[in-house]
């Protein structure tokens, strides 16, 4: 009997707009998108087994965005977390210091 088997075989869900930002990137002013993508191990070609699992916000025009925890989506809409920061500091921008 011969087993297929397969890693590396990505599904990426769209939760939904989260918070609209200036991307540090593009500069388009945009709703940022929360995104969970999840690797999965397939058996004959049918995903069988989750083994990784990243959720982030994302630009849908040009997909930079930041790793987020799930507690921290509802926490970004509430304006708790200085979201672009994150954003800046993924890009490796500098942060502008606040006095
Ligand atoms: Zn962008």
């Not at 009997?1 to 075989?9: A, H, N, T, V």
């Not at 609209?20 to 690797?39: D, G, K």
Request: net charge positive; charged share 30%; proline share 5%.
């Amino acid at each position: 009997m011969l087993l297929i088997i397969g890693f590396g075989r990505r599904k990426k869900r769209d939760r939904g707009e989260v918070v609209q930002v200036r991307c540090p990137r593009c500069s388009n002013n945009v709703s940022y998108r929360h995104t969970h993508t999840r690797t999965w191990l397939t058996l004959y070609f049918i995903p069988v087994l989750p083994y990784r699992s990243e959720r982030r916000l994302e630009c849908p025009i040009c997909s930079h965005g930041v790793r987020i925890l799930r507690d921290d989506v509802e926490e970004i809409r509430l304006g708790k977390v200085d979201l672009l920061a994150r954003l800046k500091e993924a890009l490796g921008a500098p942060t502008r210091m606040i006095s």
